[in-house]
Antibody
């Protein structure tokens, strides 16, 4: 059974940093691009970042709203994807989901999602 | 930037009835369109990809249609577990793709 479990969320002050982790199981983690999404309370879904397969260079892509502040990475030996968030803003407060791409070549639709990690940025 | 607009915002339906949700793209996305279902406190679930392909394990009462700028998700006979929020998502223009604002299906 495919599972994704996020961790690392919490309460942080504006300007500080936080690192989220997403641990996958039930599939060959390194074979798939992985993405992070977020959802602010009562709001819709927003894609945040994507990392491609390590075998193809592990290219990273970012939403304009987080580019230059967030870094996505992966450790396939541990089946983990990370989201390093820096210079956090109040508007970054959201439930952060990691999600698995449905296709090894990157289809950009996502067939498995974790349950989310809450990030709250507040002074 | 492609903008996705879903209608209606809320759809009130009785169990057993048919529900049709609409999604419009501001420019053509071909068939690069997915539908996700989200229940309170849960992660999104992929229902439909490539506009009309059901994801693994999705019941046959869910069907997707459309291409270009006009899309629909139809639930042929609503079950109690189908009352949820539904999002369309275009991935033709990536990054960043774009989600609609959602349609809530309620009793």
């Amino acid at each position: 059974e495919v599972q994704l479990v996020e961790s690392g969320g919490g309460l942080v002050k504006p300007g500080r940093s936080l690192r989220l982790s997403c641990t996958g199981s039930g599939f060959v983690f390194g074979d798939y691009p992985m993405s992070w999404f977020r959802q602010a309370p009562g709001k819709g879904l927003e894609w945040v970042a994507l990392i491609g397969r390590t075998a193809y260079g592990g290219a990273q892509e970012y939403a304009a709203s987080v580019k230059g502040r967030f870094i996505i990475s992966r450790d396939d030996s541990k089946s983990v994807a990370f989201l390093q968030m820096s210079s956090l803003k109040i508007e970054d407060s959201a439930l952060y989901y990691c999600a698995k791409d449905a296709d090894i070549n990157g289809a950009y639709f996502f067939d498995y999602w974790g349950q989310g990690a809450q990030v709250t940025v507040s002074s | 930037e492609i903008v996705m607009t879903q209608s209606p915002a809320t759809l009130s339906v009785s169990p057993g009835e048919r529900a049709t949700l609409s999604c419009r793209a501001s420019q053509s996305v071909g068939t690069n369109l997915a539908w996700y279902q989200q229940k309170p406190g849960q992660a999104p679930r992929l229902l439909i990809h490539r506009a009309s392909m059901r994801a693994t394990g999705v019941p046959g009462r869910f069907s997707g249609s459309g291409s270009g700028t006009e899309f629909a998700l139809t639930i042929s006979s609503l079950q109690s577990e189908d009352f949820a929020l539904y999002y369309c998502h275009q991935y033709a223009s990536w990054p960043p793709g774009a989600f609609g604002q959602g349609t809530r299906v309620e009793i």
